[in-house]
């Protein structure tokens, strides 16, 4: 494998003498920290040595002056109220003319501006297959996208965010063909395994066979492939692999990346006979993550995708020792079931059994992204049958679904693939109240404790694309609509268009959101229970000066209220954030029209 491994291997007193000096230059606490990650992870090798090469890859040289002398306090996030976060594909937006990060860099600067201040730019790397998730270099942006300087411009006026896709690389990425011809480094980067080993309880996400065979010069063998057979997947047991991509975040993070999504992390770590997800070697190498994070100097957010049932999703907070941030996976299908039925019953049921973020993390609530809306994170809340009918419902507006793989070798749905816009035309009312069903969906997601996570796409009110799923023969395709700027820019120009009213509605609110200290990531949040055609929260800003009563119907009937059900001081008046209505002492009822929200509050912030 790597020199670390060849622990027979002579070593000079001049090199020891310069291992040395290297551990001396940084915190003896982060030393401890590291060695004690690594020796959990390969308690065979040399931890001193193993330790020396990961700080050297992480801080090198010239950026050993990155390293702070004290752990970061979990007291002192790094993010607010203001944050938000577009979700896009380097390639959404095009003109045949410029590159397309050109473009983005346009929309993100002259449409959206300061009101949503991140950005998550799916793989923007050299590919194959999936969209981008099967890379071939992670050291390189795409040609076909623009450059890393396209990039650092973003990085320039927008938060920052990547994507480490760790599970596994292209079929052509230079470590696979290494692998492939018996030549290191690759040689002893991936897993195989011998036929006729019984690999019916790992977890699939997939239905494809999860090993592949492929020719090697050293005859045929059957390699790990989670995904799909163009993506293979990686051997962290070697820790050379954990290496490579340590020195993969340090490009990022001098590249101008401040948060680093860990995709797929739950399947990283192999053992024969178990589930092979969320092994504690994966919760040990997020470990290790974090414990980078809090020594850089460099704002270094993680954040974990692991689209998996509730309760297994959010165990990467950890003890405030892993992950910054979890997707929150069962927000989707959870928020898709209540506005497609008109009943809130079951989001309502797992809003309150949420536990707060631990200190020093924070929720990524997302309700559409680029892959479709995953039903797994919702096991426990919505039965076989309610799933089925949500498809149902879906797939009367365009949509389809995608299924897994069951040990017993049967398939289970796995996602829903649709545009969020579309599928909003399907619940009580039908398509009259596609708009104010989307914009109930996009405003609970705002008030939400955590960050939102915006899709370009429901910024954008995009359709399905049915020609490009059929085109790609790709499912997921229905939501990675690609657009040409100029039509783009002549529909939110018009504003009678749903891209212009959808977009225009967005931007004000998310506006309004940010301003409010009650909707900080971190602030307090209760659940309250106003019956099942309403989703209500209760917020408080950290210094307890303002509230927020978050109520949202989702229904196409009437909702009337107590206006004591909502603990509400009444001594002066109070104001509806969204509409500027102010309520005067005295009123007794709050009555809500179809589809309506309120943030009514104290005080505006």
């Known amino acids: ?155 320039s006026h927008h938060k920052l965010m990547a994507d480490l896709v760790l599970n596994h690389v292209s079929a052509l990425h230079p470590w696979f063909v290494q692998f492939l011809q018996g030549q290191e480094p690759g040689r002893d980067y991936f897993r195989t395994v011998e036929p006729g080993t019984d690999v019916s309880d790992v977890v699939r996400p997939r239905p494809q066979p999860l090993l592949q065979s492929f020719e090697t010069s050293e005859g045929e063998k059957h390699v790990w492939c989670t995904f799909s057979r163009d993506q293979v997947d990686l051997n962290f047991a070697n820790p050379d692999v954990l290496l490579e991509f340590i020195r993969i975040v340090r490009l990022f993070l001098n590249e101008g990346v401040r948060i680093i999504r860990l995709d797929a992390v739950a399947f990283i770590w192999k053992e024969i006979g178990t589930k092979c997800v969320h092994l504690p070697q994966t919760h040990e190498i997020v470990r290790l993550m974090r414990t980078l994070s809090d020594y850089s100097r460099e704002a270094m957010v993680i954040i974990t995708e692991t689209n998996v049932p509730n309760r297994e999703n959010i165990s990467y907070f950890g003890a405030s020792n892993e992950a910054h941030a979890v997707y929150n996976f069962a927000l989707p299908p959870l928020m898709l079931h209540a506005l497609t039925t008109g009943d809130a019953k079951q989001l309502t049921l797992w809003q309150r059994h949420q536990p707060p973020a631990p200190a020093g993390s924070f929720y990524f609530n997302f309700t559409a992204s680029h892959d479709g809306i995953g039903v797994r994170a919702a096991e426990g809340y919505l039965t076989d049958e309610q799933v089925t009918d949500m498809i149902g419902s879906v797939s009367e507006v365009g949509g389809e679904v995608s299924m897994r793989a069951l040990p017993d070798g049967s398939k289970k749905p796995y996602e829903i693939n649709v545009s969020l816009w579309d599928a909003m035309k399907a619940g009580p009312g039908g398509h009259a109240y596609q708009f104010d069903r989307f914009m109930v969906n996009q405003t609970i997601q705002m008030a939400l404790e955590g960050i939102p996570g915006i899709y370009i796409h429901s910024l954008l009110a995009t359709p399905n694309d049915k020609e490009r799923m059929e085109r790609t023969g790709t499912k997921r395709a229905l939501n990675r609509h690609i657009w040409d700027y100029r039509e783009l820019e002549d529909l939110l120009s018009q504003p009678d268009s749903d891209q212009s009213k959808v977009f225009a509605e967005m931007k004000r609110r998310i506006g309004i959101r940010t301003r409010q200290p009650a909707f900080h990531p971190n602030a307090t949040q209760m659940t309250l229970d106003l019956g099942p055609g309403l989703f209500s929260l209760w917020r408080q800003s950290r210094d307890r000066t303002q509230s927020i009563h978050a109520v949202h119907s989702v229904s196409n009937e009437p909702q009337s209220i107590p206006f004591n059900r909502l603990n509400l001081i009444m001594d002066e008046p109070v104001i509806d954030l969204l509409s500027g209505r102010r309520y005067e002492e005295g009123e007794e009822t709050l009555t809500l029209a179809p589809y309506q929200c309120v943030w009514i509050a104290n005080r505006r912030g």
């Open 1 to 155: 494998m790597g020199e670390v491994v060849r622990m027979d291997q002579a070593t000079s007193s001049e090199e020891i003498e310069i291992q040395d000096d290297l551990l001396e230059a940084f915190p003896t606490l982060l030393v401890k920290r590291l060695d004690y990650h690594l020796s959990f992870l390969y308690p065979h090798q040399d931890i001193p040595a193993l330790t020396r090469r990961l700080l050297d890859a992480f801080w090198p040289a010239d950026k050993r002056v990155l390293c702070r002398p004290q752990r970061r306090r979990v007291s002192a996030p790094s993010w607010s109220e203001r944050d938000a976060i577009l979700i896009t594909y380097g390639n959404t937006l095009q003109d045949g003319e410029h590159p397309p990060l050109h473009i983005l860099d346009d929309f993100l600067t002259r449409h959206v501006g300061s009101v949503i201040n991140g950005a998550h730019v799916l793989p923007f790397f050299p590919w194959t297959s999936d969209d981008g998730f099967a890379v071939v270099d992670y050291t390189r942006v795409n040609s076909e996208l623009g450059s890393w300087q396209d990039m650092g411009r973003i990085a």
